[in-house]
C-alpha cells in the first residue's frame, strides 16, 4: 500500500501558494484554497492525486517534522 505526501509551495512573483501531493506513482500540484485551514488543503490535494489516479480508498493523515503531511491509505 502506497503512501501520499503532501507539502507546501509557497508563492513566487509568478505563482500562487499551491500544495504538492505525490507518492511513488504519480504526483499533481493544486492551488491553495485560502476558504480552507492548512490540513484541509493537505487533503484536498491527496484526494486530488487520488482521483487522478482512480484510487478508492481511505486514509488517514498525520503531520512529519518539515511540516509536510503523510496521507497513509487503507482499505475500505
Not at 501531493?21 to 492548512?38: M, N, P, Q, R
Amino acid at each position: 500500500m502506497q503512501a501520499i505526501q503532501t507539502k507546501i509551495l509557497p508563492y513566487t512573483d509568478y505563482k500562487p501558494m499551491r500544495i504538492k501531493a505525490e507518492c511513488f506513482v504519480g504526483k499533481i500540484t493544486v492551488h491553495w484554497d485560502y476558504s480552507l485551514d492548512g490540513e484541509a488543503n493537505h487533503i484536498l490535494a491527496a484526494k486530488a492525486l487520488m482521483d487522478k489516479l482512480e484510487w478508492e480508498f481511505d486514509f488517514v493523515s498525520g503531520t512529519l517534522k518539515d511540516g509536510s503531511m503523510v496521507h497513509v491509505l487503507i482499505k475500505g
